[in-house]
């Protein structure tokens, strides 16, 4: 079956310090893959599609110079935290959609990011 | 704007029960419906898709239905067992949307009691 990494699995930082998530589909190409946000008690958020080859495109209210996304090949996009600050605490999930036409996407384990 | 809700929002059943968990959309206008399950502090796992053009769609001891006029799914568990527990989610893609992205319910927490 289809899978996707993510690393680190967790990862705690000072305030002002950036972080960066890695997303892998492991076994299909993923042209687009999504990056999730999730809060306590709360489902998860969309923050932005990365696009291969292309800029990420930004969900209302997310801003793109915070949240660095790169999707360097067909297979890994990141998403670096710049100057994380405690309300950049959550849990980040990517997606990846494979290429070959299938419309399910499959998730990454997630990301837990504690800002001190 | 689409919202999704899902009702409830907590449930505990003892093992052995039939549930049904609801999700509700407000806006019809759909591509399709997916039901998720998370487990604590991890991923999503897809559990069923349903197209907008379906009614309902089936997988073991799950069930999910879709009435897309009425903006509603619901998923229905058979014979739950304890390590059905975990949050379920639903999310629906617009229409419209160029990149198929997914607007995800509040979400139902499971605990099905041993």
């Known amino acids: 079956g289809a899978v996707v990494s993510q690393h680190p699995s967790w990862v705690i930082c000072k305030s002002g310090t950036s972080v960066k998530i890695e997303c892998r589909s492991l076994d299909f190409q993923a042209t687009t893959m999504f990056w999730y946000r999730q809060f306590p008690k709360q489902s998860l958020m969309l923050m932005a599609t990365s696009n291969e080859g292309s800029k990420a495109t930004y969900e209302q209210g997310v801003e793109k110079d915070k949240f660095l996304i790169n999707h360097a090949s067909l297979t890994l996009s990141t998403l670096t935290v710049t100057s994380a600050h405690p309300e950049d605490s959550s849990f980040y999930i990517c997606?990846?959609?494979?290429?070959?036409?299938?419309?399910?996407?499959?998730f990454g384990p997630g990301t837990r990011l504690l800002v001190l | 704007k689409q919202e999704v809700t899902q009702i409830p929002a907590a449930l505990s059943v003892p093992e052995g029960e039939n549930l049904v968990l609801n999700c509700s959309f407000t806006d019809s206008a759909i591509y399709n419906l997916q039901w998720f399950r998370q487990d604590p502090g991890k991923g999503l796992t897809s559990l069923l898709l349903?197209?907008?053009?379906?009614r309902e769609q089936t997988s073991g001891r799950l069930n999910a239905s879709l009435d897309k006029s009425s903006g509603r799914s619901t998923l229905y568990i058979a014979a739950s067992q304890p390590g059905d527990s975990a949050t379920y989610l639903c999310?629906?893609?617009?229409?419209?949307?160029?990149?198929?992205?997914?607007?995800f319910g509040t979400g139902t927490l499971l605990a099905v009691q041993p």
């Open positions: 349903i197209q907008s053009s379906q």
């Open positions: 997606s990846a959609r494979p290429d070959r036409g299938q419309e399910t996407q499959y």
């Open positions: 999310a629906v893609v617009p229409l419209g949307g160029a990149t198929n992205k997914l607007i």
